[in-house]
């Protein structure tokens, strides 16, 4: 069984920054790097919605338009770890902050759809006050 655990949320300031982190684990678990990792969200009373992806070796990603050039994504696949690190946060980007991933074997494809990924993990809350 493979788990996603989400850390790094909580309150920001407008204007500030957060480093999400995602990591990956199972009992037979061992081979992140076949895995295309994103990040979602869902703000209150809105439908989740894509931030970014990353392939799997960490060269392409593919980012929103409400994120780019804000909001990084990378990974480490020697600590099976995506990361998100958001800069000049808004509170806009209020929301809950999921990491998902999809087993693949195209080298190049990320994804932007929620329906594409088959492991999702609980949720961070990311808040931003003005």
């Known amino acids: 069984q493979v788990q996603l655990v989400e850390s790094g949320g909580g309150l920001a300031q407008a204007g500030g920054s957060l480093r999400l982190s995602c990591v990956v684990s199972?009992?037979?678990?061992?081979?992140?790097?076949?895995?295309?990792m994103a990040w979602f969200r869902q703000a209150p009373g809105k439908e989740r919605e894509f931030v970014a992806s990353?392939?799997?070796?960490?060269?392409?990603?593919n980012y929103a338009d409400t994120v780019k050039g804000r909001f990084t994504v990378s990974r480490d696949n020697g600590k099976n770890t995506v990361y998100l690190q958001m800069n000049s946060l808004t509170p806009e980007d209020t929301a809950i902050y999921y990491c998902a991933a999809v087993r693949t074997t195209s080298p190049v494809w990320t994804g932007v759809s929620q329906s594409s990924f088959e492991l999702w993990g609980q949720g961070t809350q990311v808040t931003v006050s003005s």
């Open positions: 199972g009992r037979t678990f061992n081979n992140f790097n076949t895995l295309v």
């Open positions: 990353i392939n799997r070796s960490g060269v392409i990603k």
